[in-house]
Every structure is written in C-alpha cells, then in structure tokens.
C-alpha cells in the first residue's frame, strides 16, 4: 500500500500542504516497513508518523490561536482523539506485533480520515490563516 501524494487535497497555507506531504512521506515508509522491515523498524517508522502527527497538529493550532478563530476547540478536539487513537494504537502494536491489524488501521482509519479532515477542517482553518491579516 502507497499512498500518492498528489490525492491529497491542497489549502490555502504552504506551511499545511508541507506537513500533509511529509505526512505521506512517513506513512508510506511505515507502509514499506510493514512489508519488509523487523519488528524494532516497524516501532521506528511508527513512532516517527506520531511524532510528525502531533507537530503538525500543534503547529495548526498555534496558529488558530494566533488568529482567534472559532472553531478552535472543534478543530484541536478532533487531533487530540486521533492522537489518543494513535497512541492506543501504538500500544496495540507493541503487545500483539501484528502486522494485518496495524496495516488494516492505517489503510481503513488513518487514510480516510487524513483525506476528510483535510477537506474539511484543514481547508477552512488554512483559508481563515490566509485571509488574516498578519
Ligand atoms: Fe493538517
Ligand atoms: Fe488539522
């Protein structure tokens, strides 16, 4: 499984469209790890896609604050349940080591949601950071 990254939606901000393309970047080398890695490269790709996560996530969200948009507390809520998801996730994969399961999460969860969020409440959060005054 790869993801490409030109099916990804692009918004108003570079600084967005760059997090979501090393996003893809990440996850397709977890997807290649998943084939053909061991099991402590598998953690490593993982623990990367996680970490890119919640930096992604906190750099949206400084910049909602910076510009005191409204749906704030929507947008932030929605990253930290995929954090927490991810983080479960991570556990998961560290009591069973089972690749189908964790291929499986990021095929039918990860993707689908990556894709909708970023239609959604990435697009209208980069359009309010574009349209702002700096
Ligand atoms: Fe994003
Ligand atoms: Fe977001």
New binding site residues.
Partial sequence: MQVDVTDIPQ?AVDF?ND??AE?VTLLNRLFNTLETGNDHEVDGALSSFYQHNAE??AR?EEQMIRINFPPYTCHKGEHERVLQEMRETQQQWQANHDRAELNSYLKNTVIPW?VN??NT??TV?AMFISQHCA
């Fill in positions: 918004v967005m997090d979501h996003a992604h996530f949206e990556f969020h970023i409440m990435d959060t």
